[in-house]
């Protein structure tokens, strides 16, 4: 009994008959019977050719299995093309070698094998295994450059990837009928490019939006919030925070310098659009001297009515953040009343001269408390943040028609300037005049205090006119 049974099939193929080898190992099956086979005695004429049948059998399908096999060009163990002829594969890998003597690309053809394999794929050969093989080694590959300003910034595969990259970076800021171009002058260059720098079109989307980080610091200036910078800046106050960890948004401190590093992309894209918006025309304001009122009072005549308009604008903007806006055309859709005041020319009848009927401060310090409706009730004057004990002294010239404690005032200071206009200090600590006693302009009357109705030390000043009060703001 022979160790495999082999069936011989003859097929007609391009390049005449083929033999096709179906074997079926039947070792394991049969060796009881090899073993009796050759323990009984025979004729050596037999055993001679059982011999020799089995050896061509063995080589046949040694021959077949060899014929399934392919020639593979291996770099390690990583399969670059299945070849025909082996010896032509080598042929090309020592002419590869030749043309880099040196470097990266030599000691990688120095480790490439050529030999059998199982694995599937196209068979190439000539100058296509050629460029099979150059590509696996070469550092270098032909593909295309972003130049920003002649600058190379960017390795694509090709021109195509590279115009598709631009196409999309355009694309993320267009709207409407709008144009977009770009802020600097950007070009495509086909050339030789490292292998290991080329981009994906998403990788280099990503890398031109980044940029580099620019770099700014903002000295905090007396009256600054943080909203207002991160207005000037382009930046959101959330930004702002996150830049500058530690800082306390609601408490600024002048002179302190706070980071606006923000990205700085590699491509910026200019867009112009038309945009066209209905605005609110505010009343213009039309004054009337009107001598019968007090210089500083104001009387509204007309309280004037607001228009509309509508305004086309060409609106420029830098990687969606608008930089400038020009007016194309403006067209009135209603027109706007005027709003008529009436402006007192009269002056203090005691403050005639240099002064020109204006009051002078009364102490150092700043109003805390404004002059109007406060809880229900008209607040009368202005009152001044000062400390116990500053002097205060006469706003204008005229006489003393009381000083003592008057109510709620405390301890209080009135003086008239004349036509039925009177000034009041309250709440002082102190009183430096009398009644009767004739005053000039910045004349030291007393010191401020917290007497009668106060929770703190602060000046109360009072300006009534026939005795009515009116505004002291009015009047400085």
Same mark, same amino acid.
């Given at each position: 009994m ?9 097929i ?12 079926t190992?039947l ?6 019977q ?5 323990k ?17 059998l063995l ?9 399934n ?8 163990s990583q ?34 094998q050529?030999k059998?394999?199982?694995q599937a ?9 050629r460029?099979?093989l150059?590509?696996?080694?070469a550092?270098?590959v032909?593909?295309?450059q972003?130049?920003?300003d ?5 390795a694509?595969r ?7 990259l631009l196409?999309a ?5 267009e ?10 002058n ?5 050339t ?5 720098s080329?981009?994906? +079109?998403e990788?280099?989307? =990503?890398?031109?939006k980044?940029g580099t980080q *620019?770099?700014? %610091?903002?000295e905090? @200036?007396? &009256? ?12 959101s106050?959330?930004q ?41 025309i505010?009343?213009? +304001?039309?004054?009337?001297k =009107? ?6 009072? *104001?009387?509204? %005549?007309?309280?004037? @009515?607001s &228009? ?19 007016v194309?055309?403006?067209n ?10 009436a ?8 403050s ?12 150092v310090g ?11 009730r008209?607040h009368a ?21 009381r ?5 709620g005032y405390?301890?209080?200071v ?42 703190g030390?602060?000046?109360h ?6 005795g ?6 009015s009047?400085?």
């Amino acid at each position: 009994m022979p160790f495999f049974r082999v069936h011989l099939n003859i097929i007609q193929g391009e390049g005449g008959n083929c033999f096709i080898i179906e074997k079926t190992n039947l070792l394991s099956k049969n060796i009881n019977q090899f073993i009796k086979f050759v323990k009984e005695p025979k004729e050596p004429v037999a055993i001679i050719g059982v011999a020799f049948y089995t050896i061509f059998l063995l080589s046949l399908i040694s021959a077949a299995y060899a014929g399934n096999m392919k020639w593979g060009v291996y770099s390690g163990s990583q399969l670059i093309s299945v070849v025909s002829d082996p010896a032509e594969a080598r042929d090309i890998i020592s002419q590869l070698i030749e043309e880099h003597p040196r470097g990266e690309a030599a000691a990688l053809l120095g480790r490439i094998q050529v030999k059998k394999t199982s694995q599937a794929g196209p068979v190439v050969k000539g100058d296509a295994l050629r460029v099979a093989l150059n590509d696996t080694v070469a550092s270098q590959v032909r593909g295309a450059q972003i130049l920003v300003d002649g600058k190379a910034v960017l390795a694509m595969r090709g021109r195509a990837e590279a115009e598709n990259l631009l196409s999309a970076l355009k694309a993320q800021y267009e709207a409407g009928e709008g144009s977009a171009s770009f802020v600097e002058n950007v070009e495509i260059a086909e050339t030789m490019i490292e292998k290991i720098s080329v981009m994906s +079109v998403e990788t280099a989307l =990503d890398a031109v939006k980044g940029g580099t980080q *620019k770099i700014a %610091l903002y000295e905090i @200036k007396d &009256g600054d919030t943080l909203w207002d910078i991160a207005t000037a800046s382009g930046l959101s106050v959330e930004q702002i925070v996150a830049l500058n960890p530690g800082m306390n948004p609601d408490r600024l401190q002048l002179g302190e310098s706070i980071s606006l590093s923000r990205p700085n992309p590699m491509i910026s894209v200019k867009t112009v659009t038309a945009k066209t918006a209905t605005e609110i025309i505010s009343p213009p +304001v039309e004054e009337k001297k =009107d001598s019968s009122l007090y210089l500083g009072e *104001k009387k509204i %005549l007309a309280g004037g @009515k607001s &228009g509309k308009k509508e305004v086309t604008y060409e609106v420029t903007s830098i990687n969606g953040m608008e930089s400038d806006r020009q007016v194309l055309e403006e067209n009135i859709v209603e027109k706007a009343e005027p709003k008529v005041v009436a402006t007192g020319t009269r002056v203090l009848l005691a403050s005639r001269g240099s002064s020109g009927g204006r009051l002078s401060w009364p102490t150092v310090g700043s109003v805390i408390s404004p002059f109007g409706r406060r809880g229900g009730r008209l607040h009368a004057g202005v009152d001044i943040n000062a400390r116990s004990g500053v002097a205060v002294s006469a706003a204008q010239a005229g006489t003393v028609i009381r000083a003592g404690w008057y109510s709620g005032y405390g301890k209080c200071v009135d003086i008239s300037h004349g036509d039925g206009i009177v000034t009041r200090y309250g709440h002082l600590s102190s009183i430096a005049v009398s009644s009767g006693q004739k005053v000039g302009r910045g004349q030291f009357i007393g010191r401020v205090g917290a007497t009668g109705n106060t929770t703190g030390p602060h000046l109360h000043l009072e300006v009534r006119v026939n005795g009515q009060a009116r505004n002291p703001m009015s009047f400085f």
